[in-house]
């Protein structure tokens, strides 16, 4: 039989998780939209002052966009983390046990 108090516990601290992931997610999609914004803002406005420089603008913002995509994957990579191995539950049990011994 299982500990309400035990049970209780590990619900909050999986609640608590997921809001966690779901901010992780909601900044991870408004960083990748304000910078595809300013990437792509900065390139049209380059082109526009020196329409000569297109080529090594566009490769440059390509350069840029690539490595500022990375970063939703790896908020990605840690929402799942805490989402499949979450790892507040194992130190919640301690303390709990811990409390009740």
Same mark, same amino acid.
């Given at each position: 039989?299982?500990?309400?108090? #035990?049970?209780?516990?590990?619900?909050?601290? !999986?609640?608590?998780?997921?809001?966690?992931?779901?901010?992780? $997610?909601?900044? %991870? =999609?408004?960083?990748?939209?304000?910078?595809?914004?300013?990437?792509?803002?900065?390139?049209?406005?380059?082109?526009?002052?020196?329409?000569?420089? #297109?080529?090594?603008?566009?490769?440059?913002? !390509?350069?840029?966009?690539?490595?500022?995509?990375?970063?939703? $994957?790896?908020? %990605? =990579?840690?929402?799942?983390?805490?989402?499949?191995?979450?790892?507040?539950?194992?130190?919640?049990?301690?303390?709990?046990?811990?409390?009740?011994?």
């Amino acid at each position: 039989m299982v500990d309400p108090q #035990l049970a209780s516990v590990i619900g909050m601290v !999986f609640s608590y998780t997921a809001v966690a992931v779901g901010i992780i $997610f909601a900044g %991870a =999609a408004l960083g990748s939209a304000l910078g595809w914004g300013l990437i792509c803002s900065k390139y049209i406005e380059g082109i526009a002052r020196q329409p000569e420089m #297109l080529p090594t603008l566009r490769i440059q913002m !390509f350069i840029t966009a690539g490595l500022m995509e990375s970063f939703p $994957f790896i908020a %990605a =990579a840690f929402a799942m983390y805490f989402t499949f191995v979450n790892p507040f539950e194992g130190a919640a049990v301690a303390a709990i046990t811990h409390v009740a011994h």
